[in-house]
């Protein structure tokens, strides 16, 4: 099969170009592709006939999407509306990554995890650029195309929190205090490499799929295991939100349920053991 991936060289599409070697890649990320640029984008989707293309390019950092509106609509809807064009015209499948700040993170009830049926109300830029890109695809392509929902992302060479706290836990110093009443589902770009292959099997599934890791736990407890793993001494202190303001207000629940993958009879990992597996892999020098 021949994929095209969109910001192949970010922390996603790096493992995906390991994960997907047996296929015939072409990794579309800047300078030579820019999915901003309409005409020259769609021109060389057509040149190079993909069978899929799987979209990660994106404006990923939340807080720099406050402040960089624009930026992050050109990039999130009008370049992921672009993709969604060129797969059209090129009669390839797309498997777009989304995200879990779709949704407003104000669960009605706990426990709680976000369904592919409920309606997403982003409370950020960053989510309302995603979820713009997500209604461009369901306009453009809607036939022919999964919106994969993922979340709390951590991969080979970073960057992402299990990164930055490996270091701070290996640093000398006062107690580590970590945010304890934001909850999620850790889930490692394998996981989500292991999904889009499993998609692949499946030409037939299109609309929205989630995939992030099973379970869901706070940045806390996130901290203690990685902290365990790596038999890291650190002390870690449990704190609130409201201890460490942001520019993006955070979900307080963004855990996704996993109703259309059980459905077809798949199951991701949970997020203890996918998170074993990438530190024990050794190819990450956490
Ligand atoms: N990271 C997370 O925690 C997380 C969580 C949920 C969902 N996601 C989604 O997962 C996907 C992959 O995330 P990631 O963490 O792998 O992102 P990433 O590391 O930031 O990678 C994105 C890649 O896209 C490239 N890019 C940026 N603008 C582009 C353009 N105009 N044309 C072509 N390529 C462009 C970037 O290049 P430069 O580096 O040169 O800008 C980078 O190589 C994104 O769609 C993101 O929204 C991520």
């Not at 701070?168 to 006062?174: M, S, V």
Request: charged share 25%; net charge negative.
């Amino acid at each position: 099969m021949k994929i095209l991936i969109t910001g192949g060289k970010g922390m996603l599409g790096r493992t995906l170009q390991r994960r997907l070697s047996e296929h015939e890649l072409v990794i579309a990320d800047l300078p030579e592709w820019d999915i901003t640029d309409d005409g020259d984008f769609t021109a060389k989707t057509l040149e190079a006939k993909p069978d899929v293309i799987v979209h990660c390019a994106a404006m990923t950092k939340v807080d720099d999407c406050e402040t960089k509106r624009d930026l992050a609509f050109k990039l999130n809807e009008e370049g992921t509306r672009n993709v969604a064009m060129a797969a059209k015209l090129a009669g390839a499948r797309l498997i777009a990554i989304s995200t879990d700040y779709v949704f407003s993170g104000e669960p009605p009830q706990e426990p709680w995890a976000w369904s592919e049926s409920d309606i997403p109300r982003p409370r950020t830029v960053y989510g309302a650029s995603k979820a713009a890109g997500e209604q461009m695809i369901q306009m453009i392509h809607p036939d022919n195309s999964v919106i994969l929902r993922i979340a709390w992302l951590y991969g080979e060479g970073g960057p992402s929190f299990i990164h930055t706290m490996a270091k701070l836990g290996r640093q000398e110093g006062a107690p580590l205090k970590v945010v304890n009443d934001q909850r999620g589902n850790p889930t490692s770009t394998d996981t989500v490499a292991d999904v889009i292959r499993f998609l692949l099997t499946k030409p037939d599934v299109s609309g929205i799929v989630h995939g992030t890791c099973e379970d869901q736990c706070t940045w806390y407890e996130l901290t203690l295991e990685l902290f365990r793993l790596l038999g890291l001494k650190r002390e870690v202190l449990p704190c609130t939100t409201e201890e460490f303001p942001r520019p993006a207000p955070r979900p307080r629940n963004s855990a996704l349920k996993k109703s259309v993958l059980n459905l077809l009879g798949y199951r991701t990992p949970r997020w203890q053991d996918a998170l074993a597996d990438f530190v024990r892999s050794g190819a990450e020098n956490l």
